[in-house]
């Protein structure tokens, strides 16, 4: 199929940047989730509290402003090739794409520290265990661990395949003149790229089906507000009328000329 960047360059340089820089935010994310985690479960008291809201949403600004500055400069890199169609014209940043960008900041990096964040996490689950700790907080936090471990475990599994699949297309690739072995290429592709999407709305799923408490959590929200605030505003009141007591009226309005 054509997906329109082999023929106009706006859209060629557009798509690849704003695929880029949604892929690096949710990656990012997903390193800092487990992180926070690690920090939130340690024993260490400096530790557990030394990752705040405040400094949360300020790592967040700073990772989304990088990631944007990122992805904008290499929009200067792509170009339509006439036998390749849109790829990278630079041979500079080819290298660069092919050693780091896709092998290390949307590969290796985030899936590394992802999951020994989250391995880091689930060791102090462990010692919550066996530490003098309320039921109810040791139950929060196992349940909160196993989401994040679970969460991370999904990243890995469908984020590793397409990384994979970049760094060989980007160092080998097909012209169009070879129509069947771009088809292939280009099927390929769309297989691993529509499983890594799944990276931006599997989140919630998982958490339904991993941690009974969001379950409830989850189902109070639908029923008890959206539903029920659904029902008030859709709710149709008909209009009755009802008989006026003439004779009633009338009694009073005699008493009253008697007086």
């Known amino acids: 199929g054509n997906d329109g960047t082999a023929s106009s360059l706006i859209w060629c340089k557009l798509r690849y940047t704003i695929a880029q820089t949604f892929v690096l935010i949710?990656?990012?994310?997903?390193c800092c989730t487990a992180a926070d985690e690690y920090f939130?479960?340690?024993?260490?008291?400096?530790?557990?509290?030394?990752?705040?809201?405040?400094?949360?949403?300020?790592?967040?600004?700073?990772?989304?402003?990088?990631?944007?500055?990122h992805s904008v400069i290499q929009t200067f890199f792509y170009n339509i090739v006439p036998s390749l169609g849109c790829a990278i014209a630079n041979d500079i940043y080819l290298r660069y794409a092919t050693y780091f960008t896709y092998p290390v900041l949307t590969g290796l990096?985030?899936?590394?520290?992802?999951?020994?964040?989250?391995?880091?996490?689930?060791?102090?689950?462990?010692?919550?265990?066996?530490r003098q700790i309320p039921v109810a907080r040791r139950r929060l936090d196992?349940?909160?661990?196993?989401?994040?471990?679970?969460?991370?475990?999904?990243?890995?599994?469908?984020?590793?395949?397409?990384?994979?699949?970049r760094i060989y297309a980007v160092n080998n690739?097909?012209?169009?003149?070879?129509?069947?072995?771009?088809?292939?290429?280009?099927?390929?592709?769309?297989?691993?790229?529509?499983?890594?999407?799944?990276?931006?709305?599997i989140s919630f799923y998982l958490f339904i089906i991993s941690s009974s408490q969001f379950r409830r959590q989850v189902k109070?929200?639908?029923?008890?507000?959206?539903?029920?605030?659904?029902?008030?505003?859709?709710?149709?009141?008909?209009?009755?009328?009802?008989?006026?007591?003439?004779?009633?009226?009338?009694?009073?309005?005699?008493?009253?000329?008697?007086?």
């Open 142 to 165: 196992r349940q909160i661990t196993a989401m994040c471990f679970i969460r991370v475990l999904s990243f890995v599994c469908l984020a590793a395949p397409f990384c994979c699949y």
């Open 109 to 130: 990096l985030p899936i590394v520290i992802a999951l020994l964040c989250s391995l880091f996490a689930y060791q102090n689950v462990r010692r919550i265990v066996r």
């Open 26 to 30: 949710t990656f990012t994310m997903i």
């Open 40 to 69: 939130s479960t340690n024993y260490l008291y400096n530790i557990r509290y030394l990752c705040t809201l405040k400094l949360s949403r300020y790592l967040a600004f700073v990772f989304i402003c990088i990631w944007i500055t």
């Open 220 to 259: 109070f929200v639908l029923v008890k507000k959206c539903w029920n605030r659904w029902k008030n505003l859709c709710r149709f009141r008909n209009n009755q009328i009802a008989p006026e007591n003439i004779e009633v009226n009338n009694f009073n309005m005699e008493l009253e000329e008697i007086n």
């Open 173 to 201: 690739p097909v012209s169009r003149s070879e129509p069947l072995e771009f088809a292939i290429r280009q099927l390929v592709q769309v297989i691993f790229a529509s499983t890594a999407s799944l990276n931006f709305g």
